[in-house]
């Protein structure tokens, strides 16, 4: 018996904002690579750094992440 898939709508966009409090270059940069690099179709749409003002070194980050998939009709 044949099996139809359901028709797809198109895609469809969730939008997440992430804060990243007292982090260091390091831990930003992996952060993003595996956000972008894990498998799901995630981009990262804005990146917005702050230093600390006691010159410690960590930094404070808000990332604007978007997800896609497709949607179907049910």
Known sequence: KPVTAPPVT????????AALKKINVRQLTKYVHEVENGGRTVKVR?????????????????????????????
Do not use: C, I, N, W
Request: proline share 5%; glycine share 6%.
């Open 10 to 17: 198109g895609p469809s966009e969730t939008v997440v904002e």
């Open 46 to 74: 804005r990146l917005q750094v702050d230093t600390h003002p006691d010159e410690s070194g960590y930094l404070d980050a808000t990332l604007v992440l978007s997800a896609f998939s497709m949607d179907t009709e049910e």
